[in-house]
């Protein structure tokens, strides 16, 4: 491993106020060890971090970096609206737009309410769910992860599960007892849930094509089949699009999947690409039931940064350039480097599996398929560690968990995929040796 000693100093500061150093606990880099890198400037396809060196951008903020860091028409947008005032708590015209901007996009969605984070969305949403259901339950599947809401942090991937903890300490039983974990791409087990205790679910969410438990698209007819049994038990089906919304493809996994014969999703969550890097996220569905929030209806929700000036701004202008060239850049590079990682973990003998939604994807070091949370977990995290570190070594930064899509942006030009498919072979040969 390479060091870097600056982010060293800085990682050591971190932790002595901030709790393990992070802000979001993935970015420590227990599961595949060493400094987490101190990241000073980002442009385009690339990181620079405190020690000087330059890594080509995997993780792309996660997911809301699509069209690239520091994009000159995002950059100028947010520069005029910070210009204009920062926060008015009225309303205000970017809110409208980029609220019609989605609705446009999303045919099964009529309107919008705007928060500043994914777990906003997914808390709200179910919170609707519930008010409009006047019932309790909830279901959710094992490796869905829906942001830290107390009911949704069971079996809930990635984060959680790069730290290996079955729940979170602090939710409290009566929260989780209202949660019911399924094994995904499992209607049989969905039925019998509904057979058992339809009556008292308000809800089924689920991620529309998860990737927090690396790349697990649903199995051909599965989010059909979730849509008919909750509408035969008189429950909501939320699709949960935070990470796949406006990155699988201009209408997210609902434009790849949909429309459904069994009618589409009632409620549905976005966050991360609609932020464009800023915190803005939404919760929407028709317009009867979103009538039943506040101030129209009687479910409370609220925000004092909730469609914030400057994120909306950073957010419409990301969504603007979300156009078919993008998506067909963003599929070139996706393919550019699975097909070399493919090919180099061949060579050097180590199983793995690339799974797709989309031009998301990622990579699992096991035999695929993966078609659940029970399958992915069969992951060799071990040899992803060296792989990972290898990479970083060689200048590409990968998400630090073997459970993560690994995102690429429109920024990806050849000369940034090509140093990422240059650094697979001995990336391969690490994974390979550990
Ligand atoms: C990231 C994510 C969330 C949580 O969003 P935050 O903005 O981190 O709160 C919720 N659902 C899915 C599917 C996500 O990927």
Redesign the pocket.
Known sequence: MADAPASAALFERARAVVPGGVNSPVRAFRSVGGTPRFVVSATGAYLTDADGREYVDLIGS??PMIVGHTHPEVLRAVTEAAGRGFSYGTPSENEVALAEEIVARIDPVEQVRLVS??????MSALRLARGITGRSRVVKFAG?????VDALLAAAGSGVATFGLPDSAGVPASAAAETIVLPYNDIDAVEAAFAADGEHIAAVIT?AAP??MGVVPPLPGFTEALRRVTRDHGALLIS?????GFRCSRAGWYGLEGPYDSGAPDLF?F??VMGGGFPA?AFGGPADLMARLAPDGPVYQAGTLSGNPVATAAGLATLRLCDGDLYARLHHGARTIAEAAASELTKAGVPHAIQWAGSMFSIFLCEGPVRNYAEAKGTDSAAYGAFFHSMLDQGVHLPPSAYEAWFVSGAHDDAALDRVVSALPAAARAAAAA
């Not at 984070?117 to 997914?122: H, K, L, R």
């Not at 949960?240 to 796949?244: A, F, H, L, Y």
Request: charge should be negative; hydrophobic fraction near 20%.
């Open positions: 996660w997911g984070s994914g777990t906003e969305a997914t869905c992860y829906h942001g830290h991620e990737g927090n949960d699009e935070v990470m796949t969550t966050g991360k996220a």
